[in-house]
């Protein structure tokens, strides 16, 4: 049986209320249940740094977050930091420009 959580978490400004697995990470509550795939993985134990996001202004390794511990908080993913859905941020326009599109 697995034991599940009601979480409020705002994701790039948008609040969700989500029923999650307790030991959901929060990489991929943000991947699979909100289909927000800008956040990548790679080691999935923190070592490599492609699943970070910003969690109440502090950069967090999203796989080594659980989904729960991230209820009231508010998370900024790579989605989140663009100033208009026309134009990049100067990050992700490093990331295009350096085809480093798996971090
Ligand atoms: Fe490598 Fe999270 S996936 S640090």
Not at 19 to 24: A, C, Q
Request: some cysteine; overall charge negative.
């Amino acid at each position: 049986m697995t034991d599940k959580r009601k979480i409020s978490v705002t994701v790039n400004g948008t609040t969700y209320e989500e029923i999650v697995d307790v030991r959901l990470t929060l990489a991929d509550f943000l991947r699979r249940q909100l289909g927000l795939t800008g956040t990548h993985l790679g080691c999935e134990h923190g070592v490599c740094g492609a699943c970070i996001v910003l969690a109440d202004g502090r950069s967090v390794r999203s796989c080594l977050m659980l989904a729960p511990q991230a209820g009231g908080m508010s998370i900024v993913t790579v989605e989140g930091i663009a100033p208009s859905e026309t134009e990049l941020h100067p990050l992700q326009e490093a990331f295009r420009d350096n085809h480093g599109l798996q971090c």
